[in-house]
């Protein structure tokens, strides 16, 4: 039982500001992870699909056209989901 003079645990700063930092870089590095899957998916697109890049410049897109952009950036996220994860996964562990 909790009473209003009981000690507060103290709150070790070090490990905050690192734990605050892998936060951070968890972010950045699910951004960029998002922009180059999004870029490097985008490519062939371009490339093998005729007239996409018309398509792409006027946003004037056909409906499998934004079925594979949709796809495209769901797949990117997925990526940057992971990145994330992957980076931040002592976050996920219980503290005692």
């Known amino acids: 039982m909790k009473t209003a003079f009981s000690p507060q645990p103290q709150i070790d700063t070090r490990s ?26 985008n490519l062939p697109l371009r490339i093998s699909w005729p007239h996409y890049h ?7 897109f056909t409906f499998a056209m934004k079925l594979a952009r949709l796809t495209l950036g769901a797949v990117s996220s ?19």
């Open 54 to 60: 018309e398509a792409e410049t006027a946003f004037n």
């Open 78 to 96: 997925l990526a940057a989901g992971f990145v994330a994860a992957w980076i931040g996964k002592d976050r996920m562990k219980t503290q005692t």
């Open 16 to 41: 905050s500001s690192h734990s605050a930092l892998k936060t951070v870089g968890a972010v950045v590095a699910a951004l960029v992870t998002w922009i180059l899957v999004a870029t490097i998916l």
